[in-house]
């Protein structure tokens, strides 16, 4: 499976950077919205998706909880300054939907704030897709055996531990509840305009490539090839690097 993940993963890397082609070609807006479960794979999938891309020419969304006066602003406000721009693509790890799963999970807000964010949604998107961005949203799922699992797996490893957050170890006692808040939400927020898709991400490599091949499915504008850049010969012999003694050398220690 790692041999031919690697394969894949490389094929899908380089159409990846097509679509990043196109997108600063065409001007167009591209918006990836990750939602699923803590430790189903959103930040490792962000992750395999930018790896070989322009960093000049995405970006990454992964905010916080609210500040207080965050708090009292209207509700998307935080959030629309991290839209895209022209030729532009952002992926959010956790987004809006907050509100429709985590948020009424945890009693982070109250009924009425959950009712008026699932009635704003589809009037919001469509705000965005009628401007031209391109919305896809992607719910990973994972099931509770699984979950456990990469939970035990990130207590025992002093490089994860900081994945686990006060807000996971409670939620991980809510996993039917918050099953049926995701059904609610994908069910009052589907629209053509800006859909939901859901990946199987039990197995997450597997999870990763099938999520990469349909996302560039779904945004056709790479076709034209990235240009070829041939490199003029140089000038005279290669040259050493000799820099000024003022400032200080580390040393080689490997």
Request: charged share 30%; net charge positive.
């Amino acid at each position: 499976m790692s041999k031919h993940y690697r394969k894949t993963m490389k094929e899908l890397q380089l159409e990846l950077i097509r679509l990043q082609h196109g997108l600063h070609c065409s001007g167009k807006r591209l918006l990836v919205i990750f939602e699923g479960r803590d430790a189903a794979g959103k930040g490792g999938t962000i992750k395999a998706i930018t790896q070989s891309l322009d960093t000049r020419g995405y970006r990454i969304a992964a905010l916080p909880k609210p500040s207080e006066q965050e708090t009292t602003q209207w509700y998307f406000q935080r959030y629309v300054a991290h839209l895209p721009c022209a030729g532009e693509l952002v992926l959010f790890d956790r987004s809006w939907y907050n509100r429709a799963v985590v948020e009424p999970a945890m009693g982070f807000c109250s009924k009425a704030q959950y009712e008026a964010f699932l009635d704003a949604v589809p009037a919001f998107e469509k705000l965005l897709t009628d401007d031209g961005i391109i919305v896809l949203k992607y719910w990973l799922a994972v099931d509770q055996v699984e979950q456990e699992k990469r939970f035990a797996e990130r207590a025992d490893d002093p490089l994860k531990r900081w994945k686990l957050s006060p807000v996971d170890m409670v939620a991980r006692q809510k996993y039917a509840e918050m099953g049926k808040l995701r059904d609610v939400m994908i069910e009052r927020t589907q629209r053509e305009y800006a859909p939901w898709f859901v990946v199987d991400f039990n197995d997450q490599k597997r999870g990763q490539v099938n999520l990469i091949h349909h996302l560039l499915q779904q945004v056709p504008l790479h076709d034209e090839p990235v240009p070829q850049v041939k490199l003029p010969k140089l000038k005279g012999k290669p040259k050493t690097e000799h820099v000024t003694d003022v400032a200080g050398g580390v040393p080689n220690t490997f």
